[in-house]
């Protein structure tokens, strides 16, 4: 019962991503475009129950963040929070990034619709020993993005 007044207790945030380039602005297909949670939103949660001396206790933390570009584009799995994208640095390692294989003129909206989950994993403890793992919980956003095409045109000269 403990356990459940606990596991009840902890509700991971729904994610707050920010993107490079940031939302309201055109990435470019086949451009890294750059997401990863705000600071303070990649933290463990930690909730405890109580009754006298008895206790449970629920710890999540969130492991990995899976982006959903949806229109036929390839889910990515990222561990970790990805990186801030700081443009004074040539090689981010480290960093989840995304690339667009195709413009998202044509879609409804002209943007993509972006689901970003966070998987957070969990497990208790309680007061005589006892624990394990749960079952792990996901939180998610969906915002839009839009994608641009840019095209070159390569003449020779004679």
């Known amino acids: 019962m403990l356990l459940q007044q606990a596991l009840g207790q902890v509700k991971p945030p729904a994610p707050r991503i920010a993107t490079a380039p940031p939302r309201g602005k055109d990435g470019l297909v086949g451009l890294p475009h750059f997401f990863w949670a705000q600071r303070g939103q990649w933290r463990t949660i930690n909730k405890r129950a109580t009754s006298g001396p008895v206790w449970a206790e629920v710890t999540a933390t969130p492991t990995t963040m899976v982006i959903r570009p949806g229109a036929g584009q390839?889910?990515?799995?990222?561990?970790?929070?990805?990186?801030?994208?700081?443009?004074?640095?040539?090689?981010?390692?480290?960093?989840?990034?995304?690339?667009?294989?195709?413009?998202?003129?044509?879609?409804?909206?002209?943007?993509?619709?972006?689901?970003?989950?966070?998987?957070?994993?969990?497990?208790?403890?309680?007061?005589?020993?006892?624990?394990?793992?749960l079952a792990p919980m996901t939180t998610s956003t969906t915002f839009p993005l839009r994608i641009a095409e840019g095209q070159a045109l390569i003449q020779r000269s004679s």
């Open 74 to 133: 390839a889910t990515l799995t990222c561990k970790g929070p990805g990186t801030p994208y700081d443009p004074s640095v040539a090689d981010q390692r480290d960093t989840c990034t995304y690339l667009f294989t195709r413009s998202s003129a044509g879609l409804p909206g002209a943007h993509y619709k972006v689901t970003v989950s966070v998987v957070w994993t969990a497990a208790w403890t309680g007061s005589d020993g006892a624990g394990g793992p």
